[in-house]
């Protein structure tokens, strides 16, 4: 399948760059369908040369007041934006690393993730154009290569979620189904990462594109800032708007170049 296209998208408000400042913000940025455009398949994402570039120099003109907030692990997101390192938060918040030089802490594995994987394994093998991956904190169901089975694989993932609801949280996504556990969102990573410096104090900025990405949202204006989707399918829940992830990087690298070098 291929990947989406963004031409039917309307015209988005974009955030204006005044919105941030070296030393009076942040930026939290979600990374498939935010900083990367979707692929057929989470390894085949392609980064842009410049974009690491870009991050690299916003990190430093931010004093370091910018992570990167995804469903991915933090190690596949050190590979994508190798040799950058930069603060994250990992797999829905199960993952954090407070400080680009500082260890990965994560959260204790999902209760039944055996249990779990095993049987949306099996009820699901025989679907073709639909993969599990599990993860360290929880199991993705993907069909990107299948979205006719979108229904389907929802009855089949609330069937193994089974009696566990108030601990478990099924999280949709652009053709995916994310079994985690209820306690970790992206919206507490950012809580997290704020009461940190060099964020603690500046005014947050959430960009995101799924459902996922509305925590993050919430817990920004928590701190006085703003949530900024990307594409329509969330621009209800946020502030700005960006209508792909080329105007993302764009709009970043426009930023990188405005704001000043730090003394």
């Known amino acids: 399948m291929?990947?989406?296209?963004y031409e039917d998208v309307p015209i988005m408000r974009e955030p204006p760059p005044r919105l941030v400042s070296e030393t009076g913000s942040s930026l939290f940025l979600d990374v498939d369908g935010t900083l990367l455009d979707i692929a057929p398949a989470p390894e085949l994402v392609v980064v842009p040369a410049e974009l690491s570039a870009t991050l690299s120099r916003l990190y430093g003109r931010?004093?370091?007041?910018?992570?990167?907030?995804?469903?991915?692990?933090i190690a596949q997101l050190d590979r994508l934006f190798a040799p950058l390192t930069l603060p994250?938060?990992?797999?829905?918040?199960?993952?954090i690393r407070l400080g680009a030089d500082q260890a990965i802490v994560a959260g204790p594995p999902l209760l039944a993730l055996e249990q779990l994987v095993a049987q949306l394994t099996a009820t699901t093998t025989s679907i073709p154009g639909v993969r599990v991956e599990r993860k360290r904190a929880g199991v993705v169901v993907h069909y990107r290569q299948a979205p006719e089975q979108a229904g389907l694989l929802r009855r089949l993932v609330d069937a193994a979620v089974g009696d566990r609801p108030s601990d478990v949280q099924v999280m949709p996504g652009k053709m995916v189904l994310e079994v985690k556990e209820r306690m970790y969102s992206k919206g507490q990573a950012v809580i997290a990462l704020m009461?940190?410096?060099?964020?603690?104090?500046?005014?947050?900025?959430?960009?995101?594109?799924?459902?996922?990405?509305r925590d993050g949202f919430a817990a920004?204006?928590?701190?006085?800032?703003?949530?900024?989707?990307?594409?329509?399918?969330?621009?209800?829940?946020?502030?700005?708007a960006f209508a792909s992830p080329a105007?993302?990087?764009a709009w970043l690298g426009g930023l990188a170049a405005a704001l000043r070098p730090r003394a």
């Not at 931010?62 to 692990?73: F, H, N």
């Not at 994250?88 to 993952?95: K, N, R």
């Open 2 to 5: 291929a990947a989406p296209s």
């Open 62 to 73: 931010l004093g370091g007041a910018l992570a990167l907030v995804s469903g991915r692990p």
């Open 88 to 95: 994250a938060a990992g797999e829905h918040g199960a993952e």
């Open 195 to 213: 009461q940190r410096a060099p964020f603690a104090g500046r005014r947050p900025l959430f960009l995101g594109d799924d459902a996922s990405d």
């Open 220 to 240: 920004a204006r928590r701190f006085g800032g703003c949530g900024v989707a990307v594409g329509a399918d969330h621009a209800d829940a946020a502030d700005w």
């Open 247 to 249: 105007a993302v990087r």
